[in-house]
């Protein structure tokens, strides 16, 4: 059978070993709220837009016009954060598609405020135009410099059967990127 501890020896250990000084409780109950309150700072500066600029990048209620070789995207831009934006440039020309205008910019954007930018194409080539994804630029400036973010406007249903919206889902079989949808429709029918 083993020794087992004596009275003695009971008395003479340290019940407080291992335990944390007041002064080392203190220390890490600072330490711990100060980590919070720098966690919700950072949450706090990334929500704000301050440092990245926060874009609704799906323009699910863009609208348009289209017809005689031409066509006119009517894209909303949305400022997400809690600090004004400046909207500096928009769109870009593509294979096919030339921009021949684009209204609306330079624009200010207020905190959870939205500004519609026109933009006018040529479709210069039918056939040409992209027919995948093809997002639209939009340069945005800061105090120290440009940023360049993608919106993505909503599918747009074209030959689609009677009683579908003309902008949908991307679930939807009908649904065409915006570019080849309007280009589509702007193209003289053959």
Do not use: K
Request: charged share 15%; proline share 7%.
């Amino acid at each position: 059978m083993a020794d087992l501890l004596t009275d003695e020896v009971w008395r003479n250990l340290d019940p407080h070993h291992g335990r944390l000084s007041r002064r080392q409780t203190r220390q890490l109950l600072l330490a711990a709220a100060l980590a919070g309150l720098l966690a919700v700072a950072g949450l706090a500066i990334w929500r704000s837009g301050l440092l990245m600029p926060r874009l609704d990048q799906t323009a699910d209620n863009t609208s348009w016009s289209a017809g005689g070789g031409r066509f006119v995207l009517h894209l909303p831009v949305r400022n997400e954060g809690w600090t004004a934006l400046t909207v500096t440039r928009v769109g870009r020309g593509g294979p096919g598609l030339h921009l021949t205008d684009v209204v609306g910019v330079p624009a200010t954007v207020a905190p959870h405020r939205m500004t519609t930018v026109y933009l006018f194409y040529r479709v210069t080539d039918c056939t040409a135009v992209q027919r995948g994804a093809w997002p639209v630029p939009v340069r945005i400036q800061r105090p120290w410099g440009t940023l360049t973010l993608a919106v993505q406007p909503a599918l747009i249903t074209v030959d689609a059967p009677q009683g579908l919206s003309s902008f949908v889902d991307g679930r939807d079989p009908y649904g065409q990127q915006w570019q080849s949808a309007l280009a589509r429709l702007s193209c003289p029918r053959t």
